[in-house]
């Protein structure tokens, strides 16, 4: 079975229960999706459930689908990390050994003297935090002395929020690519720099800009993202998939504000005629409601994204296929605010499927979906991942 589109929806960090090596990594009992249907009382998804999410294993609130629609089965991730470069790189067919650097006590003194003897600017804040929040937080003060606002989260980051109307956008990103060189090999490794920049006088003022800008660390080797491209066919990224793959590999780039704006530019995107694959990611689920530890928000989000599925179905073509999954977990009752080392669920659904779907073996490596889409328009597989394409029948 050939198909003349795929798109891969990308759930950010919706786990579906502790992987096998989640212990490496400091997390126990670690449950994303099982977790936040406790904590809703079940979670109301009947178009996931439709497809067959509960096949996978059963979440509360959601049935099992007697006769799912889609192939359902999880992914486990095989690479030495669990953060969202690392999850999206191994999707698309790459291996990752060495783990981005994450820094949850803030960055070494070293560090950051280096950033003040730079940019001859004090650095403060130095913290895992909300860019909304600490804005708000340290914005006042930065407008008083003329510091840099420099903070990190969970993942692999090292940001940079500035007040344009002090901290011009040409210096602030000049201060950025200078991090960006002193931090791509050990001991630091970070997988992103990113500039914040934002306007306002007070606290309460204060706004960001659309003049962020991001400085990533390219993949280290071609993706299956590259290999399509190559080929001649379309790589449309959609959301933050460009930052994460530095642009590489990506015929198109459309921007997203949100997990219903990525859904709304998605579903106008299958309106269109194209030849390869588009690739969103829904950020929303990580970054408001995982790092903030906000179960009850987080299941409604989901809910929402489960209320958009129906338009999804009816835009996409005969020879359309959906790959919908995720690139880690993030458990909202957990402790802390990183990422948890989960499996990751995997659902296949096209209107080929006349008679539904089933359930396919255990994907031991994200790589198998990307390997799916090479060996499906026949471009170069990669080295990692094993395709399951002839199992959709």
Known sequence: MAFKRIHVVVMDSVGIGEAPDAAQFDDFDVDTLGHIAREKGGLKMPNMA??????????AGVPVADKPQAYFTKMQETSAGKDTMTGHWEIMGLYIDT????????FPDELIKKIEDF??????????ASGTEIMEELGEEQLATGALIVYTSADSVLQIAANEELIPLEELYRICEYCREITRDEPY???????????GKTAKTFERTANRHDYALKPFDKTVMDHLKDGGLDSIAIGKISDIFDDEGVTRSIRTKSNMDGMDKFIDLLSEDFHGMSFLNLVDFDALFGHRRDPIGYGDALEAFDARLPEVFANMKEDDLLLITADHGNDPTYRGTDHTREYVPLLAYSKQFKDGGKELDLRKTFADLGATVADNFKVKI???GESFLNDLK
Do not use: H, Q, T
Request: net charge positive; no cysteine.
């Open 50 to 59: 439709m497809l067959g999410l509960s096949n996978i294993r059963e979440i």
């Open 99 to 106: 783990p981005f650097r994450v820094f949850p006590d803030g």
């Open 119 to 128: 940019s001859g600017r004090k650095v403060i804040g130095n913290k895992p």
């Open 189 to 199: 490794m970070l997988g992103r720099i990113i500039a914040r920049p934002f306007v």
């Open 382 to 384: 990669p080295e990692y």
